[in-house]
């Protein structure tokens, strides 16, 4: 079965502080993967994708992640946390066929 | 260009009645969702429409219908609303088969 697991429900960072963000996936086929930020009251908002042509994904706002099939694992990164990244995130499995699991959210928290 | 426009943005119910939640979208997505976001459980689907005409259930479609007679509207009905209901609701669509989802701002739901 196809699953989507995010390992923390809530992170939290100093601001100028590397965030890291993990997310585990289970699927017997190279899957579509995505992460979607949500801040207070707001809809969600595509960070990034990885649909195969590369392993790391470069999003916006200077978040990346990398697709790692021997750890099936697609963890967020970013170097240093800004205040503004302060939102709940989500890993996202498109199975195809217009089928999408998301995970149960992370929490991020940036301190000054 | 709105993307995708939801309305009400609030809205508060007693038990029984029923209401309208209206999800509009102005990109011609072939595809259109709908979510609800309960804390811890990240988003589960609702409905969902591949096109003007055909709508099929979701993870959570019980106490909700939809229907889709444009392109553009995907209305989501509540016919007699439950506390259990008590959620914000966010709609979506995407175009042919990426999993690039786009979401409206949400829609945040009490019943009394």
């Known amino acids: 079965a196809q699953s989507v697991t995010q390992l923390d429900s809530h992170v939290s960072v100093s601001e100028g502080t590397p965030v890291l963000l993990r997310c585990n996936y289970s699927?017997?086929?190279?899957?579509?993967l995505f992460w979607y930020v949500q801040h207070p009251n707001k809809g969600l908002q595509l960070l990034l994708k990885y649909t195969s042509a590369a392993t790391l994904v470069k999003g916006i706002n200077g978040f990346e992640a990398e697709f790692k099939k021997s750890e099936t694992s697609f963890h967020l990164t970013k170097p240093s946390a800004h205040m503004s990244d302060a939102a709940e995130y989500f890993c996202v499995f498109y199975t195809g066929g217009f089928k999408t699991i998301f995970g149960a959210g992370t929490r991020l928290f940036v301190k000054a | 260009n709105a993307g995708v426009t939801q309305t009400p943005k609030f809205q508060v119910l007693k038990t029984g009645q029923s209401m309208t939640l209206q999800c509009a979208q102005d990109m011609n997505h072939e595809y259109m969702s709908w979510y609800r976001q309960d804390p811890g459980m990240g988003l589960r689907l609702i409905h969902y429409?591949?096109?003007?005409?055909?709508?099929d259930q979701g993870e959570v479609p019980n106490g909700y219908n939809v229907s889709r007679s444009t392109t553009e509207d995907f209305p989501l009905r509540l016919l007699s609303a439950a506390p259990s209901q008590t959620s914000v609701y966010f709609c979506?669509?995407?175009?042919?088969?990426?999993?690039?989802?786009?979401f409206g701002e949400g829609s945040r739901l009490t019943v009394l």
């Open positions: 699927s017997s086929y190279s899957p579509s």
């Open positions: 429409s591949v096109g003007a005409g055909i709508t």
């Open positions: 979506a669509s995407s175009y042919g088969t990426t999993g690039e989802l786009f």
